[in-house]
């Protein structure tokens, strides 16, 4: 079995289709306001590391398209390498990789610590299905304070497709 390091060809169709593209900066819809994201879903721009503002300049699909796939390539894919264990399949590491790309791997505990999902430690031990749904369902679904019916729909079709 060859080992998974990066997403494929029909995930990036995928990404594309869900996040569809925008032209122009526009705010988190959870937030109202930052992050501000441009493309396909893109918060930071990963050639330069600035953040999307909404003074900048509009981009075409081609520069979406750029974006998307440098963050994947340069950040999302070598994160889900290095934190998950070697045997994942095509469809785990897309699944994976999309949470990491919408939510991120990381979050700040009440004491202000940085800590990583416990996602990646529930994958890595093979916990039962229904142990690691549970759990991946309720990761991230909030904006603004708020739940995102579409978050809701995002984590639920990312555990439907690494299952």
Same mark, same amino acid.
């Given at each position: ?16 289709? /869900?996040?569809?593209?925008?032209? *122009?900066? =526009? ?6 306001? *930052? ?5 396909y879903g893109t918060t930071r721009y990963f050639d330069t590391g600035k953040l999307v503002t909404m003074v900048d300049k509009p981009i075409d699909e081609k520069e979406g398209d750029r974006l998307l796939r440098g963050w994947f390539s340069k950040y999302v /894919?070598? %994160? ?7 045997? %994942? ?9 999309? $949470? #990491? =790309? !919408? ?12 800590? &990583?999902? !416990?996602? $990646?430690?529930?994958?890595? !031990?093979? #916990? ?6 549970? &759990? ?11 739940? %995102?019916?579409?978050?809701?729909? *995002? *984590? ?6 690494? $299952?």
């Amino acid at each position: 079995m060859q080992k998974i390091t990066s997403v494929s060809e029909s995930f990036i169709a995928k990404i594309k289709k /869900s996040e569809g593209f925008k032209s *122009r900066p =526009y705010p988190d819809p959870g937030t109202k306001g *930052r992050p501000f994201t441009i493309g396909y879903g893109t918060t930071r721009y990963f050639d330069t590391g600035k953040l999307v503002t909404m003074v900048d300049k509009p981009i075409d699909e081609k520069e979406g398209d750029r974006l998307l796939r440098g963050w994947f390539s340069k950040y999302v /894919s070598p %994160l889900v390498d290095r934190l998950c264990r070697d045997d %994942l399949t095509q469809d785990e590491f897309d699944a994976i990789a999309d $949470f #990491v =790309y !919408n939510a991120g791997a990381t979050y700040i505990d009440k004491k202000g610590n940085v800590k &990583y999902f !416990n996602l $990646f430690e529930k994958v890595n !031990n093979k #916990v039962p299905k229904s142990e690691l749904q549970a &759990y991946w369902e309720k990761l991230c679904i909030t904006g603004g304070g708020h739940i %995102l019916p579409g978050l809701i729909t *995002r *984590r639920k079709e990312e555990v439907e497709l690494y $299952f």
